[in-house]
């Protein structure tokens, strides 16, 4: 059974450029998560997506945004980056909404 | 406000030697506990799930156990192979979002 598979697996934005990142889920699993990975905050939810509506969103300003798909491919974006945005983000998915499965990661550079 | 605290933050050890990782947390009605592994660079790979207090789970070397206050990982025999760092999370009734704490970082030398 594939797992979660995000890509790409690295990108480098310059600042102010925008970017979008891509999740695909674990085949069945209908809710999809995103999360912020930094070494001084450790991992924070950023929104949830059940069925192409976001169920949830975390403390994260409105330059971040996602989308859900018919297919329950998720994507998410982020404009105007700025050097702090650097990070790695990670999707989750969930088949119950309880247990979440992560993917390996997008490590985004902003320079 | 719920809550995640893991300690310690690093931990070193010699193989053979076991040790636990604690995580303390506090939240509005627990849905869930998780324990997660992961590798510098790669995403959490998930360990266990624990949903009430007096629940253990156990994989290999790892046994994961869990109180009304406080979550317990368990390494017996550590070797290399579990150097790594382990996460701790939470999940409320509203089942908003996984709640992290900042993870024990774990070294095992042989």
């Known amino acids: 059974k594939a797992g979660v598979t995000q890509t790409p697996r690295y990108l480098i934005k310059t600042r102010g450029q925008q970017v979008t990142l891509s999740c695909s889920p674990i085949s069945g699993h209908r809710s999809v998560s995103w999360y912020q990975q930094t070494p001084g905050q450790g991992l924070q939810f950023l929104f949830e997506?059940?069925?192409?509506?976001?169920?949830n969103k975390g403390n994260f300003p409105g330059r971040f945004s996602g989308r859900q798909f018919s297919n329950s491919r998720s994507e998410m974006n982020v404009s105007t980056l700025e050097l702090g945005d650097s990070a790695l983000y990670l999707c989750?998915?969930?088949?119950?909404?309880?247990?979440?499965?992560f993917g390996q990661g997008t490590r985004l550079t902003v320079v | 406000e719920d809550q995640v605290t893991q300690s310690p933050e690093a931990l070193r050890l010699q193989e053979g030697e076991s040790s636990s990782l604690n995580c303390s947390y506090t939240v509005s009605g627990l849905r869930g506990l998780f324990w997660y592994r992961q590798d510098p660079g790669k995403g959490p790979e998930f360990l266990f799930t624990?949903?009430?207090a007096g629940e253990e789970k156990e994989k290999e070397r790892l046994k994961a156990t869990l109180t009304k206050k406080e979550s317990f990982l368990h390494i017996t025999a550590p070797k290399p192979e579990d150097s790594a760092t382990y996460l701790c999370a939470v999940r409320n009734q509203a089942g908003t979002a996984l709640i992290f704490g900042k993870g024990t970082t774990l070294s095992v030398s042989s």
């Open positions: 989750a998915s969930s088949f119950d909404g309880v247990e979440a499965f």
């Open positions: 624990l949903y009430s």
């Open positions: 997506y059940f069925s192409e509506t976001q169920r």
